[in-house]
């Protein structure tokens, strides 16, 4: 699937080397599972004098696991990092409003772990003078160009599965009140982006998303609330939560995620390309699925002109057999163009 994307090339070859979702779900049983006990995953290529690490993480506000990141940046010591979500002066501001850069550099870090690892590591860099930069498109965007094909509803609904799976992980689980949802949503939506895509007919108010609560996970905030002292309880709804917004399960709002991610994939790639040109040493950091997915095309763009890819675990992998079928198939496709089109210029001299 290829999307219109702002300031992509549209036709980068590269796109088409990263993993579908059935693909990436396939490709987590040869490894390292972000959703499990170890989630924490790495891959490095070089071509020449160029180098690139991808970090895979689970998304979490842990010290004790983002400390883990931290040292991985270290000892990698980048040119340029390369995160997940919004460009960090937008974070900041959104984050930190009000804050001067020097009040953001003293921060307690445990303060700036509540926002998690890619907004921690941005932070860390930044404070290090190094060159940072996103690799993804803001998910007002996503939302607006993947709206034509779901429903305000379905973006509702996967948006407060989202919020409420954000809510009940963190370190310190939080019940699901107005408070605490209108507080979350700040981060990865401004008020002058809701306006925006309200315009469009996406209605993100409160009300609007607990309409879609009770629609999509047959529940409501007030009942939830109920539930969240009971631990048992909450972990039943933690992983209801998890259930409509994972791309890999079916579903209405499940379609929804599993298109926003194949728009920052594609967009991710463009942005790796772009960067590679200009820097000699690059950390890209993402959820552990984004660098599954990625790895294929990364390979590929890094690849040494002796080697058919990059990396032997790439190669003898599950990504290595799927992009050598996907070759074999584009080389096939290519044959049979090539005899049509022979075939077709034979029968024009005969006439």
């Known amino acids: 699937?290829?999307?219109?994307?702002?300031?992509s090339e549209q036709n980068n070859p590269l796109?088409?080397?990263?993993?579908?979702?059935?693909?990436?779900?396939?490709?987590?049983?040869?490894?390292?599972?972000?959703?499990?006990?170890?989630?924490?995953?790495?891959?490095?290529?070089q071509q020449e004098d160029r180098r690139i690490a991808l970090l895979g993480t689970k998304h979490t506000d842990k010290l004790s696991d983002i400390e883990k990141d931290v040292a991985f940046y270290r000892q990698t010591n980048p040119d340029i990092l390369l995160h997940e979500g919004n460009d960090i002066r937008t974070v900041f501001y959104d984050v930190f409003p009000g804050m001067t850069d020097d009040e953001i550099r003293e921060l307690d870090p445990a303060v700036v772990a509540k926002n998690q690892e890619q907004i921690f590591l941005a932070w860390q860099a930044w404070k290090d003078g190094?060159?940072?930069?996103?690799?993804?498109?803001?998910?007002?965007?996503?939302?607006?160009?993947?709206?034509?094909?779901?429903?305000?509803?379905?973006?509702?609904?996967?948006?407060?599965?989202?919020?409420?799976?954000?809510?009940?992980?963190?370190?310190?689980?939080?019940?699901?009140?107005?408070?605490?949802?209108?507080?979350?949503?700040p981060r990865v939506l401004s008020k002058d982006d809701m306006?925006?895509?309200?315009?469009?007919?996406?209605?993100?108010?409160?009300?609007?998303?607990?309409?879609?609560?009770?629609?999509?996970?047959?529940?409501?905030?007030?009942?939830?609330?109920?539930?969240f002292g009971d631990e048992v309880l909450r972990r039943e709804d933690a992983g209801l939560f998890h259930r409509y917004f994972d791309p890999v399960y079916p579903g209405e709002t499940n379609a929804v995620l599993c298109d926003m991610n194949v728009v920052r994939d594609q967009h991710a790639i463009d942005v790796i390309e772009k960067a590679k040109d200009r820097y000699g040493n690059i950390l890209v950091v993402a959820g552990g699925s984004h660098v599954r997915t990625w790895k294929p095309a990364v390979a590929e763009l890094y690849r040494n002109n002796d080697s058919s890819m990059n990396g032997k675990a790439v190669v003898d992998g599950v990504d290595g057999v799927i992009l050598r079928k996907r070759r074999e198939g584009q080389l096939q496709k290519r044959k049979k163009n090539i005899a049509d089109a022979r075939q077709i210029a034979q029968g024009l001299k005969d006439t």
């Open 130 to 185: 190094k060159v940072v930069q996103s690799w993804d498109i803001s998910f007002k965007s996503q939302i607006e160009i993947i709206a034509k094909n779901h429903s305000p509803e379905a973006i509702a609904g996967f948006l407060v599965s989202i919020a409420l799976g954000k809510l009940y992980g963190a370190e310190t689980p939080i019940s699901p009140s107005k408070a605490a949802i209108e507080e979350l949503l």
């Open 1 to 7: 699937m290829s999307f219109d994307l702002p300031n």
């Open 195 to 227: 306006d925006d895509l309200a315009k469009i007919g996406i209605d993100l108010s409160f009300s609007s998303l607990e309409s879609a609560a009770q629609k999509y996970l047959k529940t409501s905030f007030a009942k939830l609330a109920e539930r």
């Open 15 to 45: 796109h088409s080397l990263l993993l579908t979702m059935q693909q990436e779900v396939e490709a987590r049983k040869d490894g390292i599972d972000e959703y499990g006990t170890n989630p924490y995953f790495e891959k490095q290529f």
